[in-house]
C-alpha cells in the first residue's frame, strides 16, 4: 500500500508564494505518475498539475506560468511551487498517485491513493 502525506500549505496575500510538499511511503515502487489536485468551495475535484515517472509534466490551462511541479525520486516527494497566487487559487490541494499494471498484478492492483489535503487560502 502507498501512504501520502501534504505539507505546506496557509494562508498568503494575492501575488505571493508558496510550496507544497508530498512524501510517499510504502510501495513506493510501484506508483507511476504523481500529482496534485485542488478543490474550492462548491466546486468538483480538478487536476492541477501531474507529473509522470519519467518527470513529463502537465498543468490545468489556469496555472500555466505560475505553478511547477517537480519530482525527487531519490526521496520520493513531489512539490507544487505556486508563484504569482490568485485568490481564485484558494481550494484544498490534494496529493495523488497512481500505480498502474504490474508483473505481480493480484498483489499489485492498479489504484489510486490520496493525501489528507492542505488548505491553501490566498486573500485580496
Known amino acids: 500500500q502507498v501512504h501520502l502525506v501534504e505539507s505546506g500549505g496557509g494562508l498568503v496575500q494575492t501575488g505571493g508564494s508558496l510550496r507544497l510538499s508530498c512524501r510517499a511511503a510504502g510501495d513506493t515502487f510501484t506508483i507511476n505518475a504523481m500529482g496534485w489536485y485542488r478543490q474550492a468551495p462548491g466546486k468538483q475535484r480538478e487536476l492541477v498539475a501531474s507529473i509522470s515517472g519519467t518527470d513529463n509534466t502537465n498543468y490545468a490551462d489556469s496555472v500555466k506560468g505560475r505553478f511547477t511541479i517537480s519530482r525527487d525520486h531519490a526521496s520520493d516527494t513531489v512539490y507544487l511551487q505556486m508563484n504569482s497566487l490568485k485568490p481564485e487559487d484558494t481550494a484544498v490541494y490534494y496529493c495523488?498517485?497512481?500505480?498502474?499494471?504490474?508483473?505481480?498484478?493480484?498483489?499489485?492492483?492498479?489504484?489510486?491513493?490520496w493525501g489528507q489535503g492542505t488548505q491553501v487560502t490566498v486573500s485580496s
Open positions: 495523488n498517485a497512481k500505480r498502474g499494471w504490474t508483473p505481480d498484478v493480484h498483489i499489485y492492483p492498479k489504484s489510486d491513493f
